[in-house]
Antibody
Framework: QVQLEQSGPEVKKPGASVKVACKTS????????FSWVRRAPGQGLEWMGWISGYSGNTISPQKFQGRVTLTSDSSTSTAYMELRSLTSDDTATYYC???????????WGQGTLVTVSS | SYELTQPPSVSVSPGQTARITCSGD??????SYWYQQKPDQAPILVMY???VRPSGIPERFSGSSSGTTATLTISGVQAEDEADYYC???????????FGGGTKLTVL
């Protein structure tokens, strides 16, 4: 069955960077793109960007441009999200999900809690 | 970029009908999609392309869209339906995603 397994929780200091991994199995990696979504405490879901599983092309909303880097490695069927210049506002649970171009396909990754604290 | 507006909360008694709305200029040009998120769980898709229910989602879930408002309806609400619900549509291009602010459904 399809599985998306994310890397473990992270604690970072303000100004640091974090890289979250999303290892997939059970399907052809290049058949879907990936979106990254986060949910901060007390807030709603926020879309952070998309990467093609085939070409590696990426798009992201203006809010995250220049601060987020999305990459993928088809040899290990793993997608990555790196977020730089962290502030306390980046404390959130980060999710990866396959993206078919219109909606996010079940199952998502289990989520990775990133805590930014001095 | 589009913005989607949802009511922060909806409360219903078991067996009643819950309607969660999502308003925005994305509609009717773009389809609506709905996700359910329970505490400490990843979201799951409960409706796509306005009114199509994924396999495994109970029939009490239905969706519609009219004008600039999409609606998720849960008929005969059960306690297990208590969760946060998010609408989603495309942004400036189809690949862009936009989420509504989310609606907390409370089953009284």
């Amino acid at each position: 069955q399809v599985q998306l397994e994310q890397s473990g929780p992270e604690v970072k200091k303000p100004g640091a960077s974090v890289k979250v991994a999303c290892k997939t199995s059970g399907y052809v990696f290049t058949s879907h793109g990936f979106s990254w979504v986060r949910r901060a405490p007390g807030q709603g879901l926020e879309w952070m960007g998309w990467i093609s599983g085939y070409s590696g092309n990426t798009i992201s909303p203006q809010k995250f441009q220049g601060r987020v880097t999305l990459t993928s490695d088809s040899s290990t069927s793993t997608a990555y999200m790196e977020l730089r210049s962290l502030t306390s506002d980046d404390t959130a649970t980060y999710y990866c999900a396959r993206d078919n171009g219109q909606w996010l396909v079940d199952p998502w990754g289990q989520g990775t809690l990133v805590t930014v604290s001095s | 970029s589009y913005e989607l507006t949802q009511p922060p909360s909806v409360s219903v008694s078991p067996g009643q009908t819950a309607r969660i709305t999502c308003s925005g200029d994305a509609f009717p040009k773009e389809f609506s999609y709905w996700y359910q998120q329970k505490p400490d769980q990843a979201p799951i898709l409960v409706m796509y392309k306005d009114s199509v229910r994924p396999s495994g989602i109970p029939e009490r879930f239905s969706g519609s869209s009219s004008g600039t408002t999409a609606t998720l309806t849960i008929s005969g609400v059960q306690a297990e339906d208590e969760a946060d619900y998010y609408c989603q549509s495309a942004g400036t291009t189809t690949t862009f995603k936009v989420f509504g602010g989310g609606t907390k459904l409370t089953v009284l």
